[in-house]
Nanobody, 117 residues
Framework: QVQLVESGGGLVQPGGSLRLSCAVSGSIFGISAMGWYRQAPGKERELVASIDTSGGSTNYAYSVKGRFTISRDYAKNTVYLQMNSLKPEDTAVYYC??????????WGEGTLVTVSS
């Protein structure tokens, strides 16, 4: 059974950086893409970034392009989200997602990112 465990959230000042990690326990075989979503209070969950597990192609929400970078380390079975130039509107719970070829979504429990002075 595959489990996703996020880490790296916390409080950061505007303009600062954080790196989120998503450790995948079990094999990523059968997972077509990994991604990061976020959900701010009172808002719907939205896709932040995703990466294809085969070719490595990436996709970003317009609001984070140029500031966030998603990457993967297969040796460590980990997916990262490097977040730079953080803004207060980036404050949210960030969730790691794995999507199987069948369409089934796997989710972590989330990690809170707060951007505030």
């Amino acid at each position: 059974q595959v489990q996703l465990v996020e880490s790296g959230g916390g409080l950061v000042q505007p303009g600062g950086s954080l790196r989120l990690s998503c450790a995948v326990s079990g094999s990523i075989f059968g997972i077509s893409a990994m991604g990061w979503y976020r959900q701010a209070p009172g808002k719907e969950r939205e896709l932040v970034a995703s990466i294809d597990t085969s070719g490595g192609s990436t996709n970003y929400a317009y609001s984070v392009k140029g500031r966030f970078t998603i990457s993967r380390d297969y040796a460590k079975n980990t997916v990262y989200l490097q977040m730079n130039s953080l803004k207060p509107e980036d404050t949210a719970v960030y969730y790691c997602n794995g999507r199987r070829y069948s369409g089934l979504d796997l989710w972590g429990e989330g990690t809170l990112v707060t951007v505030s002075s």
